[in-house]
């Protein structure tokens, strides 16, 4: 009985420190996670992106502030003036 106890009590410590020591990690936190290393993100300004990513295949502007939108082949970006506003994934054609 002693010897089952202390089987027991060792799993379950085993157990806690394992847990302890993980990391919660969801699918969308790990999507989110590898899609803001390979987009430009919340902040950036235009010329960091034109270093990060090269030149966009197409560029557009509106409005007041002035709204662009740059299109490269996976993402687009979205900028207020020259800083990133927000960044997304093109659907691919699959799709």
Not at 11 to 37: K, M, P
Not at 41 to 64: D, F, I, L, N, R
Not at 82 to 90: E, Q, R
Request: hydrophobic share 35%; glycine share 6%; proline share 3%.
């Amino acid at each position: 009985m002693k010897s089952l106890i202390q089987a027991t009590l060792t799993s379950g410590l085993i157990c806690l420190a394992f847990l302890a020591n993980a990391q919660e990690l969801t699918v969308g936190q790990h999507a989110q996670a590898s899609q803001q290393s390979a987009q430009p993100g919340h902040g950036m300004k235009q010329q960091e992106v034109v270093a990060k990513y090269g030149q966009p295949s197409e560029k557009t502007s509106v409005g007041q502030p002035i709204i662009s939108t740059w299109r490269y082949a996976d993402f687009t970006v979205y900028f207020e003036n020259d800083t990133v506003l927000h960044s997304v994934a093109n659907r691919s054609s699959q799709e």
